[in-house]
């Protein structure tokens, strides 16, 4: 495997199921970004981990709940969520937090559906 | 605070035809500046950035844009449109002196190119 993957790709849950999302990146990258992306609205940004710490909350409901065990993994579990929740959702890794010329690399996204 | 406007949501050009989709920044120190691609399907993926130096960037696909300082634009371009080059379009940028990571991203524009 090569750049950043995502699994699974689509998911549908309910409103009282527990699920995760995992993101790999194969890069050596050191940072890692959870991003939203929603049907006309620009990509919300959720969380950002950097060597396993988490850097950035960005007001995200503690229904969804981040863990990076280390800086080549990255989960989303999901829980008690919501019809609005049902989006697109992105991981992206990059080399540090510190180079912000730096590009961003993006995996293919998992395709969440909340009934 | 930085943000980022795409003029025009939804962009349809014929097939050989000029692409410029538009991207305009407010930030009071021009930031980096980069163009994402997002074919159906899948995640984000790099067309060009701007850094430093030549204000004219060539990338991927025929695509180039051109930073104006003095208009705060990073305009997208390709003199002849392919069908392959219908997708979302997302203009982002990071500050120079940024060491969170953060890419702000434009709400993006979806190009369609018409046999």
């Known amino acids: 495997e090569t750049g950043v993957t995502q699994t699974p790709r689509h998911l549908v849950m309910g409103m009282t199921n527990k699920k995760s999302l995992k993101c790999e990146q194969h890069?050596?990258?050191?940072?890692m970004y959870w991003y939203k992306q929603s049907a006309k609205k620009p990509l919300e940004l959720m969380f950002v981990?950097?060597?396993?710490?988490?850097?950035e909350n960005n007001s995200v409901p503690s229904r969804f709940s981040p863990e990076c065990p280390n800086s080549s993994h990255l989960f989303l579990h999901l829980h008690t969520l919501q019809p609005e929740d049902s989006a697109l959702y992105l991981c992206?890794?990059?080399?540090?937090?510190?180079?912000?010329?730096?590009?961003?690399?993006f995996g293919p996204g998992t395709r969440l559906t909340v009934l | 605070a930085q943000s980022v406007t795409q003029l025009g949501s939804h962009v349809s050009v014929s097939e050989g035809a000029l692409v410029l989709l538009r991207c305009n920044y407010s930030?009071?120190?021009?930031?980096?500046l980069f163009w994402y691609v997002q074919y159906p399907n899948q995640g984000l993926q790099l067309l060009l950035k701007?850094?430093?130096?030549?204000?004219l960037v060539k990338g991927i696909n025929g695509f180039e844009a051109e930073f104006k300082k003095s208009e705060t634009s990073f305009h997208l371009t390709k003199p002849s449109a392919h069908m392959s080059d219908a997708a979302e379009y997302f203009c982002?940028?990071?500050?120079?002196?940024?060491?969170?990571?953060?890419?702000?991203f434009g709400q993006g524009t979806t190009l369609q190119v018409k046999p």
């Open positions: 890069l050596g990258h050191n940072a």
């Open positions: 982002a940028v990071s500050a120079r002196s940024s060491n969170t990571g953060k890419l702000i």
């Open positions: 930030s009071s120190v021009p930031p980096y």
């Open positions: 701007y850094t430093t130096g030549a204000t």
């Open positions: 981990y950097n060597f396993k710490e988490q850097t």
């Open positions: 992206a890794s990059s080399p540090s937090l510190a180079g912000a010329r730096d590009e961003q690399f």
